[in-house]
């Protein structure tokens, strides 16, 4: 498909006319993929940015809000907290998180609320010693 439309010629005319070719010389018949249906994701509508967007699914990179990155930055925290090897890491984990909790309660970005209030510090270290000495024979 080098050559230029000609002057005169409707778009949609010579387009068809060049896809009639291809077809005729056997341009589509060994394609990669043919007979296969479209990749899960494949959308119909237009989307200008759809290459960012399998960019960011194949690097595993998302955009969230930063209430709710926060919001789950948190449970990430919390979960890290209950498994941390030790009570200065929990209490550590902890503190980092509530930070910036804080920060954000007083300091509101756009986006939806955070729904999150600081995590209680001894409640956090005393489920952490619960479940670090817990007796394995109650499992």
């Known amino acids: 498909m080098t050559e230029r439309k000609p002057p005169g010629v409707p778009f949609e005319s010579w387009v068809d006319k060049q896809i009639r070719d291809a077809e005729r010389r056997g341009d589509f018949a060994h394609l990669p993929g043919a007979g296969r249906p479209l990749p899960p994701g494949t959308d119909t509508t237009y989307d200008e940015l759809w290459w960012v967007r399998q960019k960011m699914a194949r690097e595993g990179l ?62 956090v270290v005393r489920r952490w010693r619960e479940a670090r000495f817990a007796d394995p024979s109650d499992a």
Do not use: C, H
Request: cysteine-free; hydrophobic content about 35%.
């Open 62 to 123: 998302s955009v969230l809000p930063p209430t709710l990155a926060l919001r789950k930055e948190a449970e990430d925290a919390l979960e890290a907290a209950l498994k941390a090897p030790t009570e200065q890491s929990v209490r550590k984990i902890v503190t980092d998180i509530n930070t910036k909790i804080r920060e954000m309660m007083f300091k509101p970005p756009p986006g939806p609320p955070l729904g999150k209030k600081p995590y209680d510090v001894e409640d």
